[in-house]
C-alpha cells in the first residue's frame, strides 16, 4: 500500500513539475523574438522626447509581453488575455515630455529584458540595449519652411547630413486625406526625389526626416509646406 501511494505521490510531483516548467517556461524551453528593441526618439522643433519598445514574436501571436529595465523595475506589462491568436507586433510608446530629463530618470540606460508568452505556451525571451545618446539633427534645407512647390515636378528633397547617422527615415504626410509617403535612406544620402504623381495641388504635407543611430535612437527635424497646380 506504501509502495503504490509512493509512486502516485512522485507522478504527482512530476506532472506537477511538467506543468510548471511548461508555464513558466525553461532554459530548453524557452524561444527567441524575431525582434525587440528599445529606442528614444527626439522632435527638434517640438523640444519634446519618448521612449518606444518594438517586439515581434514571430508567426504566432502573444498572450503577454513584460519588459524589465534596466534598473530592475517592470516598466511594461502587456496582456492580451481573451483573445486565441494574441498580438505578434507590438509597438508602445510613452507619452513625450519636454526635453527636461524626466524620460531618461525614469528609463535608465542599459539592458531591458523582454519576456513573453505565445499562445501555444512558449515562453520567449530577448534583450535589447537602450542609450541616452542621440544622433545630430539632419536640416532640412529644401523645400523651405511655408513654400508653395509646383505639384506637376518631381521635388527635390534635400538636408545637410546629421552627426553619427547610421540612417535616415524620411515621411511626407498629408493630415486631411491621410495620404503618406515612408521611405527607408541610407547614411550617405543627403537629397531625396519625390516623383510628380505623388503630391496634389493646393494642399498642405508635412515633411520629417529623421537621424537614426547605430542604437536606434532618433532626432526628428519637421517642416511644413504647400503645393501650387501647373508643369
Known amino acids: 500500500m506504501y509502495w503504490h501511494n509512493s509512486i502516485a505521490l512522485k507522478n504527482v510531483i512530476a506532472l506537477a513539475a511538467t506543468l510548471f516548467w511548461a508555464y513558466h517556461g525553461s532554459a530548453w524551453a524557452d524561444g527567441k ?19 518606444v519598445f518594438d517586439a515581434v514574436s514571430g508567426s ?37 515630455p519636454k526635453n527636461d530629463g524626466s524620460l531618461q530618470a525614469d528609463f535608465p ?6 519576456s513573453g508568452t505565445l499562445t501555444s505556451g512558449t515562453m520567449l525571451r530577448g534583450e535589447a540595449t537602450l542609450s541616452h545618446a542621440f544622433p545630430g539633427p539632419a536640416r532640412i534645407t529644401q523645400p523651405r519652411e ?29 493630415e486631411q486625406s491621410g495620404r503618406e509617403m515612408k521611405v527607408d535612406l541610407s ?3 543627403s537629397t531625396f526625389t519625390v516623383s510628380d504623381g505623388f503630391l496634389f495641388p493646393g494642399l498642405e504635407y508635412k515633411l520629417g526626416i529623421a537621424a537614426i543611430a547605430k542604437s536606434g535612437n532618433r532626432t526628428v527635424t519637421g517642416m511644413d509646406f504647400g503645393t501650387i497646380g501647373g508643369r
Request: hydrophobic share 40%; no cysteine.
Open 187 to 189: 547614411r550617405t544620402a
Open 60 to 96: 504566432v501571436g502573444l498572450k503577454t509581453l513584460q519588459v524589465v529595465a534596466a534598473d530592475g523595475r517592470l516598466v511594461v506589462d502587456f496582456k492580451a488575455p481573451d483573445s486565441n491568436l494574441g498580438i505578434r507586433h507590438i509597438t508602445l510608446e510613452s507619452p513625450e
Open 146 to 174: 511655408g513654400e508653395r512647390v509646383v505639384s506637376g515636378r518631381p521635388l527635390q528633397i534635400k538636408w545637410n547630413p546629421a552627426r553619427e547617422a547610421a540612417g535616415y527615415a524620411l515621411v511626407i504626410e498629408q
Open 33 to 51: 523574438f524575431e525582434r525587440v528593441a528599445v529606442y528614444l526618439e527626439q522632435t527638434v522643433e517640438d523640444e519634446d522626447t519618448e521612449i
Open 109 to 114: 540606460a542599459g539592458t531591458y529584458k523582454f
